[in-house]
């Protein structure tokens, strides 16, 4: 294994790791602020998807379709919310755990209904559709590229909303005491639903921009849901800075495990035996290291203050 | 589910009613569909099925001349879903025949009830080995291949084409491992890596830059549904698609190329039908299935038509006497009807003995990208598993 | 009466439904209950732990798939007999559910649920990987197993009231476990684990001993199921399985609440979920194949409806 090998690799890793990251920021978001598990943040990934590839048809342009797939997102975000969530505001977790599941079988089986059980595609920008060479033989999109600087940008307008905005202040109060922030006058109902819509759009946007190297197929958000579980859990619930740093390090774990765990295996192992351990072990590190990390830090890498 | 639409059984009830007025007071044969048509993998299902419901409502509501009722149901990809799913069908519905099954791990879960019960079993697609080997049964048919058999031609063809290194990539899962024992069944040459991939993988990334550090003479990979999707946008993305040539089986088919479009052209793949096979069964197939759905079918699709069509010769050459067993086994045995596939008879496993092609992904004059045949590998060719049944 | 009714009026009518549905089912309903009655085992299980000690486990699928794999992988190796391979089955799950809890319950809440889903995705990846007993493809058996050489598993009105009979002693146990001391500690360091440490008790080895109790009744319903479906699957194992136990449990715990006959922590509530779910399924996917659609909604307004009173349960 050379080290260009083993660079393309922390690159993958990254990649990855960044499109983990845009999924778990609005779950972070949602479960920190407004103590709601929101199973249906995965549908909402998926909804993403499907909402840009009619918008990118209707329109015939990625850059059109892409801010209306996003108003479509956020509308439906608000929908959900008054309908669903709403009501589920201070309720037990597991209750919350339960009308989500219902949400989640419900859009998978809306999708399939009006997009067809089939995989559909999301055609590149014309823009981003190049590529540099990376090593021999080896493209690299540069539409991955540009995934990368749209989760970096992403969680940099994240950090300074949070921080430095008047919105985040809110955020963040209501987040640790949500009766005292209402009493000083603000409106928290109308502030929780403005949280939720725009953790909605995140996840659409993910999908959205997911949707030219990945199959837009029914159901393709609920594996990554349990992966952005496992990001925001490994961060420390409701840690926007824990949900970036975990996800990047399940990128990266995920990846060169994949990569590498079998040749390493190799070497202690014999080759048959390699073969048969390998794979198997390299589908489980990213939940190997959550079990680890939890083992020693039961609240995650930046626990929340209590 | 019962029939992919309550109103689909209504509807085939009542045309074979109105047909069935000439027909000399007739039982309906039931037949059990079992097709795949929930979460990411619904859409081989719904080929299948769409498939089997064409072939039935050509023949005006009938099997072999004999009303036809069609019970669908949907195994949701869950063995354990599939076996009870079957067991209503077979003890409520008290079907004749049961037919489909898209995936192996359910037909490994539903085969023991259903021919255990002495009712046949028709394979739409799945065929593993146990069942092609020592584990073969008198009530079993399969209309599709064994699991082996497509993975085969890309080896052959490899070989053929004096490819000296490959790279080979699968699902870490049963069938992933079998695609590559089937295709080093015929490749003699080196394999550089054999790459196992989690099931339901999004992105390929790290693997696709082991591939191209490799540096192969040519890249064959099992990859099914959307996994298949993610791996060939992204194979073409990453420019691997000018240098090595892409060799796959099940992974460019109708029902991925919707989504992949022409990232694929060029992509081959190993199969025994293709929508442009020249035989005039299948011209007229694909016209009414594309006609009928709108969508072009997909391999699952043509072998979900010869499945109801093989069952209406078997009805008809008993004269719809469903219960003597032994006449129903020999009838379909004979296989005699007109498959979309051309060359079409049973082995002593009964397993079909069928042509099998190297196939390319190409574009249409309409402009529809599809699977089309570049040249025969296997002429008549039965599975490497017949031997081992002690059926003869 | 009320409190009659909260503590065994429901178990009660549903035992004695499940014990009649012989005189009017035909094999293919009894094939049905028998599903049911096995996940109401497990969800039963399931709530001992989540009802009773407010851990919800999102790995209980993986015990209940060590059950199953513990007896088709002792009758692929020539053991058929049920009186050696349920209690084996039973000793793997509760033995995983002890290695695995002793870790996991260092942790509290959702980080409790996560830490479970992690070791039941790893039980699933080990069986997915047994190439030896059929990897992916899952592993057929022989037949049901016997019990003591007897072969009478096979009859549906046997198997019926087997399961029944190891469904009843599996609720009694938990329901006298919650009842007992035990259980009120449970329960206690649920409400407030600071006021128990106070009065010097250490809820962890209570809350580890109750975990190995339910992955043991886990892997017990995991041994049946394997015989019910004769064949076992890496997919038993799943998270969605998971997931599915914990809609059971719930749902079932929210729907006695609002009868006013249960709550979560009362396996008669567990036993209704189970109930009401698979058979909601199959009546349902009789329908339409868009069943889902219907389904979801209905989860949504059962909490909806639910409202306040779901914590009608056990206080």
Redesign the interface.
Known sequence: ??TT?VL??VL??L??GI?LFLVAAGLTLV?GVMDV?NLAHGVQYMLGAYLMVTASAVTGSFWLGLPLALAAALVLGLVLEWL?IR??YG?????????T??????????V??VW??????IP?PEALSG?I?L???????V??LALVAAGLAVAGLLYVLVTRTRAGMLVRAGASNAPMVSALGVDIGALFAKVFAFGAMLAAFAGAM?G?????????GD??L?LA??VI?IGG?GSIRGAFVAALLVGLID??G??FL?DLLKLVLSASAA??????L???TV??L??GI??FR???LFPAPA | MRCGVQSCRAGLAALAIAVSAGVAAADPVKVGLVATLSGPSAVLGQHMRDGFLLAVKEMGGTLGGQPAEVVVVDDELKPDVAVQKVKGLIERDKVDFVAGVVFSNVMGAVVKPVTGAETFLISGNAGPSTIAGAGCSPFFFSASYQNDQNHEVLGQYAQAKGYKKVVLMAPNYQAGKDALAGFKRYYKGEVADEIYTQLGQLDFSAELAKVAAAKPDAFFTFMPGGMGVNLVKQYRQAGLAETVPFLSAFTVDETTLPATGEAALGFYSGAAWAPDLDVPANKAFVAAFEKEYGYIPALYAAQGYDAAKLIASAVKATGGKLTDKDAVRAALKKADFASVRGNFKFNTNQFPIQDFYLVKVGKRPDGKVETMIAEKVFAEDGDAYADKCPMK | MTRFAQTLGLPLVLFLLLAAAPLWADTFTLSLLARAMIFALAAISLDLILGGAGLVSFGHAALMGIGAYGVGILMAEGVSEALIAFPVAMAAAGLFALATGALSLKTRGVYFIMITLAFGQMAFFVAQSLSAYGGDDGLSLAARSLVAGERWLRGPLAFHYTVLGLLAAGALLCGALLAAPFGRVLRAAKDNERRVRALGLDPYPYRLVAYGIAGALAGLSGALFANLTEFVSPAFLSWHRSGELIVMVVAGGMAAAALKAGGLGRPGSALLGALLVVLLEEALSDLTEHWRIVFGPLLVLLVLAGGKRARGGRT
């Open positions: 294994m050379s090998l393309v690799q993958n890793g990649q990855l499109l479960f598990i669903v009501p589920l309720r037990d977790h597991l209750e919350q755990v339960l009308a599941f219902g949400v989640i079988l419900f859009v998978n089986e809306g399939k209904l067809g059980a089939g995989p559909r595609a590149m590529s060479r090593m021999d033989g080896l493209n690299y999109p539409y991955r997911a030219p190297i990945l199959s837009v197929e029914p159901g393709m594996g990554l349990i579980f496992v859990v619930i990846t060169l994949r990569s079998t073969t048969q351990a390998g794979p198997a390299a589908s489980m939940y190997l959550m079990a939890l083992i039961p609240r995650g």
